[in-house]
């Protein structure tokens, strides 16, 4: 019926989007039609952030081009960088930093006055949007331990360059390799909360700046993009604790306690994502401490027992290994959700512009159960 109540929307098709699919049932994810895997194995960020926007892989001169573009845009202005160190000195958290200064960027925006329905110009912002997040989360960090930030690198790509901001060194092969992997993972997922958040701004014709700060909320909140640092936060427990990882796990689930990092909305299966982050893990133990990994994949071998767990559909999604991956490169873990921003920012980006080019102003209604017929009563007799 056309006056059926689907919470959560669960189900309902608001639009169509060449952009990602995902089929849960056999573990796929795909952008534009290449699989996950193939593009975290062969591609480049950039060249994903390329494929989204401009619906093709890039020629060697659309990469080269396409890369100097990013490069010459990563740097921030004074005033807003200024703005990041207020915010770091009054103990400001690193996602609502983010979130601050991305509406901040709109100011120092050359074209800030163009329409949003021109859709070249709102592409170029985004570009602008996407190279600068960096930026910014490198020097709040930097900020909040008392560094100043470092100018970016236009010699290295967009993850080796983050990480060098963020960290003062240069990554290793390995180490930028394993965060470019991250940030394709990330970077497009569906109608998730976040993007759909984008799209509903989008779809008042508000500017690209708009809607990312927008997405940026909506990926703050715990149920969304928080996951990561959640499983974190439980490894550190599992590794403070006395117990085997298996016996900690038993009795967290005895007590009803859920892990994060299992189970997901779409997928019901193991995450393809999270499979190409076990690999990453794995190769990050071999040079460095084990510990992290090891703990995650006994867990996963608990939790996915079908003869201590025979809950359908429980699996490991990309949270469950990002989280250990991040520690691994030296990353906080308050941090973990504005990477996922800083990725997922070229998929928000994507929907947006796609939607815009056949927009319908998005608004869907709620079954009112209120009172009827109510008497007022003038406010002196109340």
């Known amino acids: 019926m056309a006056d059926d109540l689907k919470k959560g929307l669960e189900g309902v098709l608001v639009a169509e989007s060449e952009l990602s699919s995902i089929d849960g049932d056999a573990g796929r994810l795909i952008y534009r039609g290449y699989s996950i895997e193939d593009l975290a194995e062969r591609a480049q960020f950039e060249e994903v952030l390329y494929l989204l926007w401009y619906g093709h892989l890039p020629t060697e001169a659309e990469y080269d081009e396409f890369t100097d573009a990013m490069a010459a845009e990563r740097e921030v202005d004074d005033a807003i960088l200024e703005t990041v160190r207020s915010l770091a000195d009054a103990g400001e958290k690193p996602m609502a930093a983010l979130r601050t200064a991305t509406s901040m960027l709109s100011a120092t925006e050359p074209e800030g006055d163009s329409d949003p329905a021109d859709f070249e110009a709102s592409l170029r912002k985004g570009r602008r949007i996407t190279a600068k997040m960096p930026t910014v989360l490198a020097a709040f960090e930097r900020f909040r331990q008392g560094e100043e930030p ?137 040079t460095g401490d084990s510990k992290w990994y090891d703990i995650t994949t006994t867990l996963e071998a608990y939790l996915t027992d079908e003869k201590k767990l025979p809950e359908k559909g429980i699996a490991p999604n990309v949270d469950f290994y990002s989280g250990s991956v991040y520690y691994q490169l030296g990353i906080p873990i308050d941090t973990y959700t504005p990477i996922f921003a800083m990725s997922r920012a070229g998929g928000w980006i994507a929907h947006v512009l796609e939607y815009q080019r056949d927009n319908r102003l998005i608004r869907p209604r709620a079954r009112y159960t209120g009172p009827e017929d109510q008497e007022f009563v003038p406010l002196e007799e109340r």
């Open 150 to 286: 470092l100018d970016p690198n236009p010699e290295l790509g967009l993850a080796a360059n983050f990480l060098y901001m963020f960290t003062g060194e240069e990554p290793d092969e390995v180490a930028a390799e394993t965060f470019d992997q991250a940030l394709i993972l990330h970077a497009d997922h569906g109608l998730n909360a976040s993007t759909f958040t984008s799209m509903v701004i989008g779809s008042t014709m508000a500017d690209v700046y708009s809607a990312l700060t927008g997405g940026i909320g909506a990926l703050s909140g715990s149920l969304h993009g928080g996951a990561n640092q959640d499983v974190m936060e439980v490894l550190f427990e599992i590794d403070d604790s006395d117990l085997d990882p298996r016996d900690w796990v038993e009795q967290a689930t005895d007590e009803g306690r859920r892990i994060p990092g299992f189970g997901h909305r779409v997928y019901n299966v193991k995450d393809p994502r999270a499979k190409i982050l076990q690999q990453r893990s794995a190769e990050l133990a071999e």
